[in-house]
């Protein structure tokens, strides 16, 4: 991996963390997006312990859409191309919140965000030798349909539900970027990750640090970030996955989906909705 530049979105704690460590043990360039410029300094700071590791820290807000186009501006600038995205962050929300353009918070930081950012450096991964995408689902994803007459929750709001929602927003987006990039001959492929229930700091209430002793308590039960960051760094750097594209895996492995996740049509309606509410055109469109 030595040369390559590569991004981890919620690369501050837990499993962005672990995956930006990893890769760039493997010799890459990891670019920490983080929305918390203390958190992300702390996390960087940490992460150069290790020598000939190399870090970059930069602010991205995913819920918000203007830093979004804000971040892959800055980006492009600065590095000119990019060989791997890896959109890890994620939140489970705890009551129903609207971001700065009124959209559903879970919805807009675990895929609607996402999404913009990997349209938006399309361009860059197209002139990697094989750039590649990952966007962290979840078994989750297996818990509903996606709801096209409400995707900001407006009723029925459970945070749960919410959360495997936005995760199967995440799977299906995969689908449909998949057939639409292998339509035009790219290079570039883009899989879908269930990490494995992971003990992370998700369930904690960063303003008050209620919870944490559910966080504590996962990780005795369930695997670390390291164990769970795996399959990631798997999908951004193994040299047989260089065709492999619009698959769900699970520890290193294609693993099969829910119904609705396969749903071709829903995929492709899913794409074009989002495309409207970022304001954007087709940039895959012939």
């Known amino acids: 991996m030595k040369g390559k530049v590569i991004i981890v979105t919620g690369a501050n704690a837990g499993l962005g963390k672990a995956t930006a460590a990893q890769l760039s043990d493997l010799g890459a360039t990891v670019v920490l997006a983080c929305r918390s410029k203390a958190r992300g300094e702390a996390a960087l700071s940490e992460l150069m312990c290790v020598d000939g590791r190399c870090f970059d820290l930069m ?26 995205l890896i959109n890890n962050a994620g939140i489970l929300g705890r ?27 399309l361009p860059l991964l197209e002139k990697s030798g094989q750039g590649r995408i990952v966007m962290m689902a979840s078994v989750a994803h297996g818990w509903g349909d996606v709801r096209f007459d409400d995707l900001n929750f407006t009723r029925g709001y459970n945070r749960f539900a919410a959360y495997g929602h936005s995760k199967l927003c995440c799977l299906l987006f995969t689908r449909a970027l998949a057939e639409k990039l292998r339509a035009r001959g790219s290079r570039v492929t883009v899989n ?59 520890r290193c492995k294609i693993e099969p989906s829910s119904t609705e996740s396969e749903n071709l049509a829903s995929a492709n309606r899913l794409y074009d909705v989002s495309l409207k509410l970022c304001g954007l055109d087709d940039p895959l469109k012939s």
């Open 192 to 250: 879908a990750v269930h990490p494995g229930i992971v003990a992370t700091d998700i369930v904690v209430n960063r303003a008050n640090d209620r919870f944490r002793w559910v966080a504590s308590l996962m990780k005795v039960l369930f695997m670390t970030s390291d164990e769970g960051a795996k399959t990631s760094v798997y999908l951004a750097c193994e040299s047989t996955l260089d065709h492999v594209s619009g698959e769900y895996f699970y």
């Open 95 to 121: 009551h129903r919140e609207l971001t700065r353009q009124g959209f559903e918070l879970t919805f807009c930081v675990n895929y609607l965000g996402a999404f913009l950012l990997t349209m938006l450096l």
């Open 59 to 84: 602010p991205l807000d995913l819920s918000d859409l203007d830093s979004v186009r804000s971040f892959a501006a800055a980006f492009a600038e600065k590095y000119g191309r990019l060989d791997a």
